[in-house]
């Protein structure tokens, strides 16, 4: 009896934990909604060059700090997002996407030293001592670095299917905890056991669905 | 040398792959669809000003502007405040009474695509057309309707 009631309670609890995420995403996207509204930001031939320039120095920050562990970045294509709306969505994409490998590509090829001095000359302490934690370990620790506080089952399945964790990491809200997107892919550089193909390909997949998602289905923040 | 080789692989596979993402999935907005016939530069509207009143549906935002027709050339005033279109050839035809003309303006400095399309009826005129902006990233487009009638010819540069 005692165990039935658990479980009655388990799922209406789960139920519950669904419906406030599910209120909260329908506020949030209302407030998005009202505050672009509010901006009634029309393209026009008098503005058009200036939204134009915004656009690209924008897309500049959001790669340079997307790719750096730690540093918000997401948040400006959200509102490049919110602004814009789904005609902007292939762009935030691959942005995202060549953030990530810059990241990788970082993380992968320039020597440890240099990286953890970089981040500490950008006053990005925090980088700078995730770059330096990881630096004395393997490979595979470098990766299971990445599943913090996980057991070693899960760290050894991580391993095994590294992309399919790689992915997933990316992809985990409150990622921001472990360095965010860039401070994930530098490590997987680092770690020296993925291979820039198959790093790549995940990426693309990786990062995908809230792009696809406005592009295809129309979704507006 | 390897390194920086799997570097610039990485650069190009990652850029390579961008550009192609992007052209494939930038659905691309074509320029207003001018009705096919006879058209033939005659110059028939040489030497006529309008002035025209309308508006952008999509924004709502109002459009008032003098279009100048002279050595079969055609210009928009208004247009020329946001890129140097200058002086676009325009063509005609008539159908019972009705002079149809079309433009198509491109400014050199963006890449903007004006195409106009009007119907001259004694002294009014009736146009249609879309003002398209395609960048690298996206193409936007703004559709023009407008009315208006002929006016005292105004002074335009070039």
Request: glycine residues 10%.
């Amino acid at each position: 009896m005692a165990i039935a009631s658990s479980k009655s309670l388990t799922l209406l609890g789960v139920i519950l934990r669904v419906c406030v995420v599910i209120g909260v995403i329908a506020l949030a996207t209302w407030g998005v909604h009202l505050i672009r509204d509010t901006l009634d930001l029309q393209i026009r031939p008098d503005n058009e060059q200036q939204v134009h320039k915004a656009i690209m120095v924008g897309i500049v920050a959001y790669v340079g700090l997307l790719a750096m562990p730690f540093v918000p970045g997401a948040e400006i294509g959200i509102a490049l997002l919110a602004a814009f709306g789904a005609a902007i969505a292939p762009l935030i994409y691959v942005c995202t996407v060549a953030a990530m490998m810059l990241a990788f590509t970082i993380g992968r090829f320039m020597p440890i030293s240099t990286i953890e001095r970089l981040f500490r000359v950008l006053r990005l302490v925090r980088a700078a001592e995730l770059v330096g934690r990881a630096a004395p370990l393997s490979g595979n620790e470098r990766l299971s670095m990445l599943l913090d506080r996980q057991s070693k089952r899960t760290v050894s399945i991580a391993v095994r299917y590294r992309y399919v964790a790689m992915a997933l990491a990316v992809n985990m809200p409150g990622n921001s905890i472990i360095g965010g997107g860039g401070g994930i892919m530098i490590v997987a550089g680092m770690s020296g056991v993925f291979t820039p193909l198959a790093t790549f390909l995940t990426v693309m997949i990786a990062v995908s669905p809230v792009p696809l998602a406005v592009l295809f289905l129309s979704l507006t923040f | 040398m390897t390194q920086i080789l799997q570097v610039a692989a990485i650069a190009a596979a990652t850029l390579g792959t961008g550009a192609a993402t992007l052209s494939v999935m930038n659905e691309d907005v074509p320029d207003f669809a001018v009705p096919e016939g006879d058209w033939a530069t005659t110059g028939a509207l040489d030497g006529r000003t309008f002035q025209i009143y309308g508006e952008d549906p999509g924004s709502g935002a109002v459009l008032e502007d003098d279009i100048v027709f002279r050595n079969g050339t055609f210009q928009s005033t208004d247009c020329e405040n946001y890129c140097n279109f200058g002086w676009s050839d325009y063509q005609t035809k008539t159908i019972d009474g009705v002079i149809h003309f079309t433009s198509t303006a491109i400014c050199p400095d963006a890449p903007h695509t004006v195409v106009w399309y009007g119907r001259v009826t004694g002294d009014e005129v009736v146009i249609d057309g879309t003002w398209t902006t395609r960048r690298w990233y996206w193409t936007n487009q703004i559709e023009v309707h407008a009315t208006g009638s002929v006016a005292p010819s105004v002074d335009v540069a070039g």
